[in-house]
């Protein structure tokens, strides 16, 4: 495994995370405790040490069933998690950005985690009107002054949102999360231009397309009804599955895994810090821890 610096955190992350939204049964599947563990044990051996999860995946769920997991080993993970939704039922949230609404939140996931500090607590793709708000941050920053929380960071819900980004040093906010993959590269425009200028850690989620960077999937490919996938344009998801086709014909070497040169690509861009792909399996686990093969020295946040 290869490790890096999260932005101005002093955190020692590895280049692949493990995201955690699946937990949560919104991937067409529920976990078992027994299932989870086996994931995160794997991803331990590998020298993984980053965990995503979020309050709205599931009712805490995917919280739940990570601090189970990882409470007796909690010194080895940096978890990061975040706030602003209240899950009612799968794919059905409302916002919950008040900052006496937020800080409930952080009290239910630092139960459900099973700790008494969340590493990276992250603003959860909220719009504008709920990010301008100072008492929101003061808050928050009372937090991290009381232990709670090491270190904040945004997750930006639009891959164009240069105004979140470009507030994160004045709030405090020393990270940034991101859907970023081989076809959507809109970061590079002006967001990771910023969080370069800032010196604040890029959490790059998606990674995978959602799966179809992994070659598995061909235009006509269907989902499951309870797949956040199914959800999505048909005629869409075709046209990307097709462009994925051409990647893999014209920018993958042969012999290569499409995931891990999908992880690495990702990985090769200088703003970026961590991938945090999902997995359902150890298998899975194996297979983006992979991708560090195919990652070349020299990265600026190298540690």
Request: proline share 4%; aromatic share 8%; charged share 25%.
């Amino acid at each position: 495994m290869k490790y890096r610096m999260l932005g101005k955190t002093g955190l020692k992350v590895s280049v692949v995370g493990i995201g955690t939204w699946q937990f949560g049964g919104e991937w067409g599947r529920t976990y078992e405790q027994h299932e989870v563990d086996a994931i995160l044990d794997r991803g331990k051996e590998l020298g993984i040490n980053l965990i995503d999860t979020a309050e709205c995946y599931g009712d805490h769920l995917s919280e739940s069933l990570i601090g189970e997991s990882i409470q007796s080993s909690r010194q080895d993970w940096i978890v990061a998690t975040k706030f602003g939704h209240h899950f009612h039922s799968n794919f059905d949230r409302t916002d919950v950005f008040d900052p006496k609404g937020v800080v409930k939140q952080l009290e239910q996931s630092l139960r459900a985690l099973k700790t008494d500090y969340i590493d990276l607590y992250q603003f959860h793709s909220g719009p504008d009107s709920s990010f301008d708000q100072d008492e929101l941050w003061d808050t928050l920053n009372k937090q991290v002054e009381a232990g709670k929380i090491r270190h904040l960071g945004i997750s930006i819900g639009s891959n164009e949102n240069i105004h979140q980004t470009s507030q994160s040093t004045k709030l405090h906010s020393e990270a940034i999360q991101v859907v970023y993959n081989r076809l959507d590269r809109k970061p590079e425009l002006e967001v990771f231009p910023s969080c370069i200028e800032q010196n604040i850690g890029v959490l790059a989620r998606v990674p995978l397309a959602s799966g179809l960077l992994s070659g598995k999937y061909k235009p006509g490919a269907k989902f499951a009804s309870n797949d956040v996938r199914s959800r999505r344009d048909a005629a869409q998801l075709d046209q990307m599955m097709m462009e994925v086709e051409v990647i893999g014909r014209e920018e993958v070497p042969a012999g290569t895994d499409m995931a891990a040169w999908a992880l690495a690509w990702c990985l090769k861009h200088p703003a970026v810090t961590s991938v945090i792909p999902g997995c359902k399996d150890p298998a899975q686990v194996e297979a983006n821890a992979a991708a560090v093969e195919l990652v070349e020295a020299g990265h600026p946040q190298e540690a």
